[in-house]
T-cell receptor, first 111, second 114 residues
Framework: QKEVEQNSGPLSVPEGAIASLNCTYS??????FFWYRQYSGKSPELIMS????GDKEDGRFTAQLNKASQYVSLLIRDSQPSDSATYLC???????????FGTGTKLQVIP | DAGITQSPRYKITETGRQVTLMCHQT?????MFWYRQDLGHGLRLIYY???????DKGEVPDGYVVSRSKTENFPLTLESATRSQTSVYFC?????????????FGPGTRLTVT
């Protein structure tokens, strides 16, 4: 089992819809969770971090964390074509500097 | 400019040659990282450094060497390049505050080994 799992997609949503991206992780002691956006040919860009169970909102983005289910998600409201990118889920396990990345979900927002 | 930079951005080299990829950050971040990104594998950690003169292996360190004599620089050297090291290499950094693990990435170096 991979440490961080994401559906590779592509996930296609119409413009203006809500995009829901999901991620599961295997290490129960994981403490920090991140979502990165990566446009084709570019470097990963941090868009959200979440440390506690529940929801965290930042503009059109909401990160949701459920440590009991080992599940973290990213919701993008009012999706725009400019949101089309690959979204990487990343997880840090406490006591070690390593952040493990998922292989990413490709999101396509259709105008 | 402030931030994290990498050089060169593109490099073509031959099998067996030594190659050094440079990473420079202006944030005075304590931690610096080197990743490679390959299709189907995602980002994999090669080496990381917690401070000047402190480095440690990541997931895929074989064939690579790092050093960190200054806080702002973290070069990655491929001692004898192989075709399997063809990849996109990203440098990242983060601050040293306890409990914060956000990493910020440089623009990447696309390396091709022929």
């Amino acid at each position: 089992q991979k440490e961080v799992e994401q559906n590779s997609g592509p996930l296609s949503v119409p413009e203006g819809a809500i995009a829901s991206l999901n991620c599961t992780y295997s290490d129960r002691v994981s403490q920090s969770f991140f979502w990165y956006r990566q446009y084709s040919g570019k470097s990963p860009e941090l868009i959200m971090s979440i440390y506690s169970n529940g929801d965290k909102e930042d503009g059109r983005f909401t990160a949701q964390l459920n440590k009991a289910s080992q599940y973290v998600s990213l919701l993008i409201r009012d999706s725009q074509p400019s949101d089309s990118a690959t979204y990487l889920c990343a997880v840090n396990s406490g006591g070690y500097q390593k952040v493990t990345f998922g292989t990413g979900t490709k999101l396509q927002v259709i105008p | 400019d402030a931030g994290i930079t990498q050089s060169p951005r593109y490099k073509i080299t031959e099998t067996g040659r030594q190659v050094t990829l440079m990473c420079h950050q202006t944030w005075s971040h304590s931690y610096m990282f080197w990743y490679r990104q390959d299709l189907g594998h995602g980002l994999r950690l090669i080496y990381y450094s917690a401070a000047a003169d402190i480095t440690d292996k990541g997931e895929v360190p074989d064939g690579y060497v790092v050093s960190r004599s200054k806080t702002e620089n973290f070069p990655l050297t491929l001692e004898s390049a192989t075709r399997s090291q063809t990849s996109v290499y990203f440098c990242a950094s983060r601050g040293g505050l306890a409990g914060t693990y956000e990493q910020y990435f440089g623009p990447g170096t696309r390396l091709t080994v022929t």
